[in-house]
């Protein structure tokens, strides 16, 4: 089984990404970059998210502020319950987040809503890991970056999620759509968490990417509507019981595992989406949280976990987060959040998908990242792929050289191509499975005879020939409506 370390080091060493500031000594943890190939992996993954979620389900798409005043989140209640219980040595005054470090060493779960006290007696059974003193101090602390803006200093706060943006954006969004409820709105950005113990690399960051649905419903009317009722027969695993078990959308919503239509059809739409990114379906589940784990605005929740190398890892939040938070933001700001629909007026309920983009990138990589024989290779599905076709000349000739980079030439506006002729054509083949090129084409002295190259797939590593005429368009075929 490979460690996050054994990850983090080929991430490392082939430009997926690496620590901020990683030069200097006083860098603090939690702050990761993406070099040049993890870079154009998440830029694909995002495409693919527009298409097959944003696109797919009509969305509403905004790009909110990171920024936002002190009262959005005395509304929304951040800055009473965004908090992580805080403890230290009595030894030697290290510091900890204490829920963790119970589970690390003592194996008890600490949900997120356990009592102060419970936590103070669990810290019995654990030791610093420092110094193996005793632990105590127990505080909770915000997890909120908090700032100032203009010369009067208002007070601001780095949004720790990018929801908020979307709800105190409601009714202007409302007016625009000019569409019935449910209402779908996605927005993709940065969010800031100040964590206490960051770790695993781009599992625990404290600035990360976010691509949230808040979908705007009426719950009185959640059940008729066609469009959701369509993934009747669709299936999805179900995490009950301690078992994985797949049921029909029908079967989950009758038998309650999943509380309405638009639930089912959002929870599909998520799982699907991870599907067509080459995720095998049985890494994947829906796990609902207790009333412990959910969060404090949540009704249902439901949590999409991958199975991982490290384990189950939740990629996506999906709440069912009733009119908690339209309700709270028209009580601080004053202003309605009142819509008519039908013939009634309300504040809409929400329904969220909250995906960590960067614990996905991660979960593709970590499943993708396969030793077969002797290669290594990345096989993620080759419109992710951050090169998309490699072009080698077979040696270094003059005239197979020049032929190459005129092919170079002719794709790299369209495509993410490389250019290589350093080493054995073997050696070159090795150096892009290895960071998940699909396709590598040869030019060699065949080429200069008939017009036509070799082109070599990743995964079968078969050759076929192709006319320089034809090689965009098999490239394109190859990618589909993936094609960027």
Known sequence: MRTI???????????????????????????????????????????MAMKELVRKDEMILIDGSQILPRDVFLASGHLNFFTDPLCSCNNCGSIFRADKLIEEQAGIPVPERTPPQEIIRLLQNVKCPSCNGELGNLRLFNMMFKTTVGVNGDEVYLRPETAQNIYISFPRLYVYARRKLPLPVAQIGKSFRNEISPRQSLLRLREFTQLEVEVFYNPKTVNDIEKYKKVKDKRIPLYINNQRIMLSCEEAVEQGYISNWLQAYYLTLIYEFYIKLNIPPEKIRFRELSDDEKAFYARRAWDLEVEMSMGWIELVACNDRGDYDLTAHMKVSGEEMYVPDNTSRLVPHVFELSMGVDRSILSLLDLNLIKE????VLRLHPALA???VAVFPLIKNDMLVRMAKDIYELLRLDFDAFYDDSGSIGRRYRRQDIIGTPYCITIDFDTLKNQTVTIRDRDTMEQNRVETSQIKKYLIERLGIYQF
């Open 5 to 47: 370390e054994e990850l983090n080091r080929y991430c490392l060493q082939y430009g997926f990404f690496y620590p901020t500031a990683e030069i200097y000594k006083t860098a603090p943890s939690g702050f990761w970059e993406y070099g040049p190939l993890g870079t154009l992996l998440k830029q694909k993954f995002l495409q």
């Open 386 to 388: 951050p090169i998309t």
């Open 373 to 376: 024989n002797e290669r290594t």
